[in-house]
């Protein structure tokens, strides 16, 4: 049924049609996803938004700046009211800080959602963010996670696994969110110099980031590690760091930038999944990585999520065998994991076979309905509402990808509320009967075509389009 | 000083289970049992939450970190001469002295490696091994419970329901909007639209339900509360930091509570409400008597208060049940926080916990009784517990907790006498 391929490869494999898309695609799904990994990685550039290590500078110096006034606030004689409330009002300048960033990270990555015309490209990229989530719970990952995207995420996506993993793992957002930029190697220069001292410190390793690294982005949790090799790989991975972050040994370097600190570095060989590494300080982490990013595990983990995502909930193994094979064919060239998804014949049989996320329910609304994204606030409302904040998933882990995780009672009526009150702004200006078979194409069912036929108003006919089962899933 | 409870297993001679089924039956209708399940996401630090102050290997493990023993500046909240409570579970406190809240250590599920994913897949799917099962085991014991039914036998306070919550009984969720109502004639045409799609049509149906009970509840109108960030979607396993200033953790879950026993008072509605809780995965600054964890069980302690007050008359018929995936390393990491481990403390609190009690068989926490050398070792399986509670309080009839609600769990028997009855 090669009528149905523009709307899969427009709603499972984009972000849902925009006015005119399906036309566009005309039964060359396929060819039209390939030439979208042909064009370059797909950079988000706006003159208003600041790098990591400009934002991470920026914060440094206002926690300092926090530090002195809650001092001097403490040191104050009379314990006056102006001091505290010089250290309240202190304490509220980083999220005042920090908060526009988010907003505006927020507001540009949206905009690209829903103008882009290569979203199949957007939709990876959403899928590598969230498979090397950071979460903006965390204080000061507001003001990273979309710098984070764009700056370690966006210029691999078309590139090399080995290559994303390495950019991921030394960027400051992920050593921070994972706390790897005070992990200290035991019997490291520093250390030892702590324990000459008699120092009441006891400094050691932290193995938040060496876990995650296998257990979520190379391996996954079957994938034949053990706590040995956990604190091994943290060992190794002692001293990857940030300039000016951290506190009495750890300061020092560029504000805001990758550092590795050889007085941090726990020496010595160490041995990661049955293979030696010699001590090479910085290029032991780096040599076990590219490892890592070769392990037939990761191969398999990775395929996995990216049929799960692709594919269905529960994907067919021959599925995911066959991308696995690319993967490890290839070197980890994901251009060519991703042509050899678009080449599975599963992702073409069943039309609606994945529920979509609130993030890809609210992007396929503005993109079928030509919404303008409004800067700001009004930019993440709808996220935070559907139950989806953008860089919130709260974990390593990422957002769920499965139907089960996100079709509740509760979240079901979120949408349909949020259809209503869309349907309500736009009145007459949008005509969902014209809009339902150029958004939905072939899946169109006959129901939704007589119920948006049928509506009561104009307003209730784009209400009734976005409610329809068919709208809910990809 | 008694650290050593002498564990209460309940017999799984069928006669005796037949006895008990009968007694409860009769019970149910008068006393109207209700549960409320906490799942604390991130792995919460037992050593921390209920400090064995009296063991002699805690302070080393802890440093600068181990809390004091109750009544030296900042220390634990007594207990029973050898566990205290943390400094910050005030509330929780009051609940022991009134009988109202046991405290079971040295307890963890059947799961024995450290990821919280795979841990909380365990704790909720009640299966010794993660994803083996797509349902929960509340769910799945709701649909064995007797007494009598509603609609919603239990409700998830979120917008998504989860796995602990998933299976064949019919559950809802629910959280407030913050959009408005749509009209009638709009519901009307929607429910025709998703009369043939089997899972939509459901879903909308038991929000329907849910919204149907929440607007009937008078005084304490769930329909006036305003939405609350912290019942945010969280079927993810909210394991991150927290970040949120001291101040607003006060108030962190007041909103979820009002919501649980807004739902739970009422006649007719469910009798089961869960929701999560984050951010209990201290990797760094955990803090000791103040800081970082201190500031999450401050909230909680709060939120329990809360629920307590709001529940009214309904409390002296609620078990609150606070579980985690599993607990963390036993020292202080190199970051003044604690990396993944494995046993932890569950909490037993409300009117129908027969409480003041600490139940653990004592594993010590030397060298050589560390699991791994470097966690504590679980001496208690987590099913008996929920084994004992669905039996005693919710009155699941053990046949059915042994085969459908907790496979393979042989090992795990009941452990009885956690409930007033």
């Known amino acids: 049924m090669r009528e149905g391929f523009s709307a899969i490869a427009a709603n499972r494999f984009g972000l849902g049609a925009r006015p005119g898309e399906l036309a566009a695609i005309a039964d060359d799904g396929r060819d039209w996803l390939e030439a979208q990994l042909r064009a370059g990685p797909p950079v988000l550039s706006d003159p208003q938004l600041r790098s990591s290590q400009e934002t991470l500078a920026q914060a440094q110096k206002l926690r300092q700046e926090i530090r002195a006034q809650r001092k001097s606030a403490e040191g104050a004689t009379a314990p006056g009211k102006a001091g505290a409330d010089d250290a309240a009002a202190a304490a509220q300048a980083l999220p005042q800080f920090l908060r526009p960033i988010y907003l505006s990270e927020v507001t540009a990555r949206l905009r690209a959602a829903v103008a882009t015309e290569r979203p199949f490209i957007e939709r990876l990229t959403q899928f590598w963010g969230n498979h090397f989530a950071v979460s903006v719970d965390k204080q000061l990952l507001s003001g990273l996670a979309g710098s984070f995207e764009r700056e370690a995420i966006r210029p691999h996506v078309l590139g090399n696994f080995s290559d994303l993993l390495l950019a991921v793992e030394t960027h400051a957002a992920m050593l921070l969110y994972l706390d790897n930029h005070l992990s200290v190697g035991p019997h490291s220069q520093a250390a030892l110099r702590l324990e000459r001292r008699a120092h009441p410190r006891r400094l050691g390793i932290n193995e938040n980031l060496a876990r995650e690294i296998l257990e979520l982005h190379t391996l996954g949790v079957g994938g034949g590690y053990t706590q040995a090799d956990v604190t091994a790989f943290a060992e190794v991975i002692t001293g990857w760091s940030i300039g000016g972050e951290g506190g009495g040994p750890f300061v020092g370097g560029e504000p805001g930038k990758f550092l590795f600190r050889p007085e941090l570095h726990e020496p010595g060989a160490k041995r990661v999944l049955g293979t030696a590494y010699a001590d090479g300080g910085y290029g032991q982490g780096v040599a076990v990585l590219r490892d890592l990013a070769g392990h037939p595990s990761t191969a398999r983990f990775i395929a996995l999520k990216l049929a799960r995502h692709f594919i269905a909930d529960d994907p067919p193994p021959q599925a995911v065998g066959r991308l696995a094979r690319a993967f490890t064919g290839s070197g980890g060239d994901l251009p060519t994991v991703y042509r050899a998804l678009i080449d599975s014949r599963e992702a073409w049989v069943q039309p609606l076979a994945k529920y979509k996320t609130p993030s890809d329910y609210i992007i396929s609304g503005f993109r079928g309905l030509t919404l303008p994204v409004e800067a700001g606030q009004p930019a993440l409302t709808p996220f935070g509402v559907l139950g989806q904040r953008v860089w919130e998933p709260g974990s390593p882990a990422g957002w769920p990808d499965r139907s089960a995780d996100w079709d509740g009672a509760s979240a079901l009526m979120k949408r349909i509320e949020w259809a209503d009150a869309l349907g309500q702004r736009l009145g007459n200006r949008r005509d969902a009967v014209q809009l339902a078979p150029q958004l939905l194409g072939a899946n169109l069912s006959a129901a939704t075509r007589s119920a948006v036929a049928h509506a009561a108003s104009a307003a209730q006919a784009v209400t009734l389009l976005l409610a329809a089962p068919e709208f809910m899933r990809r | ?421």
């Open chain 2, 1 to 421: 000083m008694q650290r050593r409870e002498f564990l209460n297993f309940g017999t799984l001679l069928a006669g005796g289970a037949l006895l008990t089924s009968r007694v409860a039956f009769a019970r149910a209708d008068e006393r109207r049992a209700r549960l409320v399940l906490i799942i604390m996401r991130g792995a919460l630090d037992g050593l921390a939450a209920v400090p064995p102050h009296g063991d002699r290997d805690y302070a080393a493990l802890r440093g600068e970190f181990a809390l004091r023993a109750p009544g030296e500046a900042g220390g634990a909240l007594p207990l029973d001469g050898f566990f205290g409570l943390h400094p910050s579970l005030a509330f929780l406190q009051q609940c022991y002295a009134a009988r109202e809240l046991t405290v079971l250590h040295a307890l963890a599920s059947p799961y024995r490696e450290r990821s919280h994913f795979d841990g909380q897949d365990v704790l909720e799917n009640g299966s010794p091994r993660a994803h083996a099962l797509a349902t929960g085991w509340l769910n799945r014991a709701l649909a064995q419970a007797p007494g009598p039914s509603s609609r919603e036998a239990g409700v998830a306070l979120g917008q998504n329901v989860p796995l602990v919550m998933r299976g064949p009984a019919e559950v809802t969720s629910w959280s407030a909007s913050k959009l408005g109502a749509l009209d009638e004639d709009t519901l009307a045409r929607i429910t025709d639209l998703y009369a043939a799609d089997p899972l939509l049509s459901v879903r909308l149906a038991d929000a329907l339900a849910a919204n149907a009970i929440a607007s009937a509840d008078g005084a304490g109108s769930l329909a006036a509360l305003a939405p609350d960030t912290a019942v945010r979607d969280t079927s993810a396993a909210g394991v991150s930091q927290p970040a949120r200033p001291a101040q607003a953790n006060g108030a962190r879950y007041a909103q979820v509570v009002r919501a649980a026993a807004g739902f739970l008072r009422q006649e007719a509605g469910p009798r089961v409400a869960m929701f999560d809780t984050t951010g209990w995965d201290t990797h760094a600054n955990e803090g000791a008597a103040q800081g970082q964890l201190a500031g999450r069980l401050s909230a909680l302690d709060s939120g329990l208060a809360t629920l307590k007050q709001e529940l009214g008359p309904v409390w002296s018929d609620t078990a609150v049940l606070l579980v985690t995936e599993f607990g963390r390393t036993a020292a202080i990491n190199g970051t003044r926080g604690t990396d993944h481990g494995t046993a932890t403390v569950a909490l037993l609190v409300g009117g129908a916990v027969a409480g003041g009690r600490v139940i653990a068989d004592w594993p010590g926490l030397s060298a050589r009784a560390l699991y791994q050398g470097r966690d504590l070792q679980p001496t208690l399986d987590l099913r008996s517990v929920l084994k004992g509670v669905l039996q005693e309080h919710l009155l699941v009839p053990p046949r059915e907790l042994e085969h459908t609600v907790f496979p393979d769990s042989r090992t795990a028997r009941p452990l009885t006498g956690l409930v007033r009855t």
